[in-house]
Protein backbone atom coordinates (compact mmCIF):
# COMPACT_ATOMS: atom_id res chain seq x y z
CA UNK A 1 0.00 0.00 0.00
CA UNK A 2 1.65 3.15 -0.80
CA UNK A 3 0.43 6.44 1.05
CA UNK A 4 0.76 9.97 -0.15
CA UNK A 5 0.98 13.00 1.97
CA UNK A 6 -1.46 15.67 0.74
CA UNK A 7 -2.06 17.83 3.79
CA UNK A 8 -0.57 20.77 2.36
CA UNK A 9 -3.45 20.74 -0.50
CA UNK A 10 -5.95 22.13 2.26
CA UNK A 11 -3.26 25.53 2.17
CA UNK A 12 -4.26 25.94 -1.30
CA UNK A 13 -7.65 25.63 -1.50
CA UNK A 14 -7.77 21.88 -2.44
CA UNK A 15 -9.81 19.31 -0.33
CA UNK A 16 -9.90 15.26 -1.41
CA UNK A 17 -12.25 12.79 -0.25
CA UNK A 18 -12.41 9.41 -0.77
CA UNK A 19 -15.09 7.45 0.19
CA UNK A 20 -17.16 4.05 -0.61
CA UNK A 21 -19.54 4.44 -3.68
CA UNK A 22 -22.65 4.39 -3.08
CA UNK A 23 -25.37 2.93 -6.14
CA UNK A 24 -26.81 6.34 -6.05
CA UNK A 25 -22.74 6.93 -7.69
CA UNK A 26 -24.20 4.88 -10.94
CA UNK A 27 -25.05 7.71 -13.20
CA UNK A 28 -21.90 9.84 -12.50
CA UNK A 29 -19.55 7.05 -12.78
CA UNK A 30 -21.12 5.90 -15.90
CA UNK A 31 -20.36 9.62 -17.20
CA UNK A 32 -16.91 9.78 -15.72
CA UNK A 33 -16.04 6.11 -17.28
CA UNK A 34 -17.57 7.12 -20.85
CA UNK A 35 -15.26 10.10 -20.73
CA UNK A 36 -12.32 8.09 -19.83
CA UNK A 37 -12.92 5.22 -22.39
CA UNK A 38 -14.37 7.09 -24.84
CA UNK A 39 -16.64 4.65 -25.27
CA UNK A 40 -20.61 5.87 -25.00
CA UNK A 41 -22.21 1.90 -24.59
CA UNK A 42 -20.18 1.45 -21.21
CA UNK A 43 -22.92 1.69 -18.56
CA UNK A 44 -22.66 1.79 -14.60
CA UNK A 45 -25.62 -0.13 -12.95
CA UNK A 46 -26.55 0.58 -9.40
CA UNK A 47 -26.59 -2.85 -8.75
CA UNK A 48 -23.19 -3.46 -10.06
CA UNK A 49 -22.13 -1.08 -6.81
CA UNK A 50 -23.69 -2.82 -4.61
CA UNK A 51 -22.14 -5.90 -5.51
CA UNK A 52 -18.70 -4.22 -4.76
CA UNK A 53 -20.25 -2.77 -1.12
CA UNK A 54 -21.61 -6.62 -0.93
CA UNK A 55 -18.27 -8.30 -1.17
CA UNK A 56 -15.82 -8.09 1.47
CA UNK A 57 -12.82 -8.53 -0.28
CA UNK A 58 -14.19 -5.98 -3.38
CA UNK A 59 -14.46 -2.10 -2.92
CA UNK A 60 -14.93 1.21 -5.26
CA UNK A 61 -13.71 4.08 -3.97
CA UNK A 62 -14.31 7.58 -5.77
CA UNK A 63 -12.53 10.68 -4.98
CA UNK A 64 -14.21 13.77 -5.10
CA UNK A 65 -12.68 17.22 -5.01
CA UNK A 66 -13.07 20.82 -4.74
CA UNK A 67 -10.49 23.42 -5.87
CA UNK A 68 -11.27 27.15 -5.73
CA UNK A 69 -14.70 26.41 -5.79
CA UNK A 70 -14.31 24.03 -8.98
CA UNK A 71 -16.14 20.14 -8.12
CA UNK A 72 -15.69 17.37 -9.91
Known amino acids: MHTLDLAHL ?3 GVNLIVREAKPDDALRLTKWYNQLVNNP ?3 VEPEQ ?3 FSDDARSKLAPLLFTAN ?3 G
Open 10 to 12: GKI
Open 41 to 43: AVN
Open 69 to 71: NIQ
Open 49 to 51: IQA
